[in-house]
């Protein structure tokens, strides 16, 4: 008990410590001259109106690739550390700081996990860089569509089940792709399938971009990290303090080769990084291991004074909760705030836009049906006070007729006929009208919002009921993401 009491002591003693902060910080301070990238030098021309509103030490922080400050690529010592210390505060086997977001973490894992011509089981409504990744990858994707629930209007995660039937179905799989949370903080039974996965040898990618909290607080769902994912990717700045692009990915694998990793994420990053957002990953892991119990268990008072206020007291809205969410087989996030606004007449757009614009509230995500709220480690309840009383008036002032929307695609479960890659680099591509695509290959996403799910694929059978579909929404005048006109009137598809 003592030596348990000692170690512990000793690893609370390390994480107190950010050793690329400490060494930026002093070089910042000790007003060094500037021979190196870049042109600024040190602030110096940064223009005046930015510059009087910032202050110039920031862009002290803004330096090039020397023997003091490290290098992100071939890291020996305070960036090494830095790592390390992320690594330890995580329970993992090593972590890789990253400043080009969890993109490029959901390409790194992908590349690092597979060879071209594996395939691997993902979910429709993973986020667009997974796609990119499959293709920089040369991977067949086993698309899964994810369940929607049509009382709450909301996309949920892939499931155990789901995973399961794959898995039987597609023995020769490598890989499986989970994305959890959502972005609505939706939590899938992640040790369940990580146990399965491992059992069958697969290799299990989470992108946890919206969860780098839940390990640090005993209310929150379960990390993909003590879940034991291979490998997992978390947006450090979507929740915790550090800067926007400040990424980790953490390896904790016996299927992987760690040094396949390393070279990976090297060959996708940056040889520029920009050193502040570094020394802000480095201050976060140390913010959120310290406090991260304390300081969760406010925001998650915030977060549920706001939901019981819009529940009981908001007529037209409806926050979702964490036992809805349960009955479901599934678990909530509660620090995020999701709001159905289908009652008032109004579009999460329509709500989305008057609350930036009348009462300087911005919200991180609309769609027709839902608001949603996130809260982080700045979050004060002075900002859920303004929030939920700016609902209340514009549920008061504004509120409609209620419409009839619903939220549903069509069954995606059509046929790969290609690899993405292959599609993608392709020159045998033509545009056919809506009508006349089926049965040949798609050449392009296309997705509509909501759901942001995929309705096409690049290298899969395009069925009549998609077709119908897209022809749908072309009547409604809805934009897809991917179309390449004004109009939705063509697809284009691959010519044999």
Not at 202 to 230: T, Y
Request: charged residues 20%; positive net charge.
């Amino acid at each position: 008990m003592i030596k348990h009491l000692s170690s512990k002591s000793v690893m609370y003693n390390r994480q107190t410590k950010t050793p690329l902060f400490d060494v930026l910080l002093s070089h910042a301070k000790r007003n060094v001259i500037s021979f190196h990238c870049p042109g600024h030098k040190n602030g110096r021309s940064i223009n005046s109106k930015l510059k009087n509103y910032t202050g110039e030490s920031v862009y002290k922080f803004d330096v090039t690739v020397f023997n003091e400050v490290d290098s992100l690529h071939d890291p020996t010592s305070v960036i090494k550390k830095a790592e390390e210390l992320m690594a330890q505060a995580y329970g993992v086997q090593h972590s890789f700081f990253l400043v080009n977001g969890t993109s490029v973490g959901n390409m790194a894992m992908l590349l690092a996990a597979c060879q071209s011509g594996d395939s691997v089981i993902v979910s429709r409504s993973s986020h667009k860089s997974l796609m990119s990744g499959i293709i920089i990858s040369g991977i067949w994707p086993i698309w899964i569509q994810p369940y929607i629930d049509q009382d709450l209007d909301l996309i949920f995660n892939t499931t155990y089940e789901q995973i399961k039937d794959a898995l039987n179905k597609y023995p020769e799989v490598k890989a499986v792709f989970i994305t959890s949370p959502t972005y609505n903080g939706i939590v899938t039974e992640l040790k369940k399938i990580v146990n399965l996965c491992h059992k069958k040898g697969k290799i299990v990618l989470v992108d946890e971009a919206h969860g780098p909290h839940l390990l640090f607080n005993k209310q929150l769902p379960e990390s993909a990290v003590s879940a034991g994912a291979d490998l997992c990717v978390q947006s450090t700045h979507k929740v915790l303090s550090a800067l926007s692009q400040g990424s980790v990915l953490h390896f904790n694998s016996k299927l992987i080769d760690l040094d396949r990793v390393k070279k990976i994420v090297s060959m996708l990053q940056t040889t520029s990084p920009n050193y502040l957002i570094l020394a802000s990953l480095d201050l976060a892991r140390r913010q959120v291991f310290l406090h991260g119990e304390d300081t969760f268990n406010k925001i998650i008072q915030y977060a549920e004074y706001g939901r019981s206020y819009i529940n009981n007291n908001i007529n037209f809205m409806k926050c979702i909760t964490r036992n809805e969410i349960n009955n479901l087989g599934f678990d909530l996030d509660v620090t995020k705030l999701t709001i159905n606004v289908t009652k008032s007449g109004l579009s999460g757009y329509d709500i989305e836009n008057l609350l930036a614009k009348k009462y300087n509230v911005q919200l991180d995500y609309a769609d027709v049906f839902n608001l949603v709220a996130i809260l982080g480690e700045g979050s004060n309840k002075n900002d859920i006070n303004n929030f939920i009383n700016a609902l209340k008036d514009i549920n008061d002032k504004y509120h409609g007729k209620q419409k009839n929307w619903i939220l549903k695609i069509p069954s995606l479960s059509t046929e790969m006929v290609m690899q993405p890659r292959d599609v993608f680099l392709s020159k045998k591509t033509k545009k056919l009208s809506l009508k006349k695509a089926v049965g040949h290959i798609a050449a392009q996403s296309l997705t509509p919002y909501p759901p942001g799910i995929p309705i096409l694929i690049p290298g899969e059978r395009i069925t009549k009921e998609i077709c119908d579909y897209l022809i749908d929404m072309s009547v409604k005048n809805i934009r897809l993401s991917g179309q390449e006109s004004a109009s939705l009137k063509t697809v284009k598809v691959v010519t044999i």
